[in-house]
């Protein structure tokens, strides 16, 4: 059944721009913008796994976060060269069940959707390239965790590729965001040509990342309460 939702004031995507720009009517959409986005360079994709162990044999003293590093003549955003690990059960013990521990693993942006497009998730061809292709982060949570981490007592092993990424996080081509490079670029605000519609999120300033997204709601939230209602959610909320 079709559901309308109308907006008062505005409407805000934080979908990514090249996401936000497929759901709407092209005859609403001016060529300039919709050329400005389609020409965006877009950052490469992720891999990541999603791991359940057990604690024992895992050093008393284990760090949170972790960056492997396989070679650093290669550059930081060359492909399968770096991995970023958190374990946050570490910090909060409730996120595991008692004597175990979580873990994420990913690469930052760096993996190429070209390699995984038009595979059948379902597919042997798939299936493989999951395998060999997480294998980098395998060998850092072992480099990071040391010897008495054993991939094969993992209770959970989840792997997610580009295509997860798309999938899951309706990301176009499971992109990071825009490769905007500092000093050569600037991400764009958060106004449209579109009347009341408004975008946040890592497609506009002040650019990627949890921070930074954040930062660009607050923005459009800024833009759209005045600051006389600021002041009252303010104090409603005892601040």
Known sequence: MLQFVRARKAVVSNASMWDTLSLLPPEAVPKSYQDGIETTQQCESF???HLGFDAEGISDDLGIHHIV?????RGVDADQNVVLISVPSVLSPDLAPPGKHVLHAYTPGTEPFEIWEGLDRRSNEYKNLK??????MWKAVEKALGPGFNREKCEVKLVGTPL???RFLRRNRGTYGPAILAGKGTFPGHSTPIPQLMCCGDSTFPGIGVPAVAASGAIVANSLVSVTEHSRLLDAIGI
């Open 164 to 166: 997860t990424h798309q």
């Open 47 to 49: 891999m990541h796994l």
């Open 131 to 136: 395998a060999e292709r997480s294998e980098v």
């Open 69 to 73: 590093v396989n070679d650093w003549d």
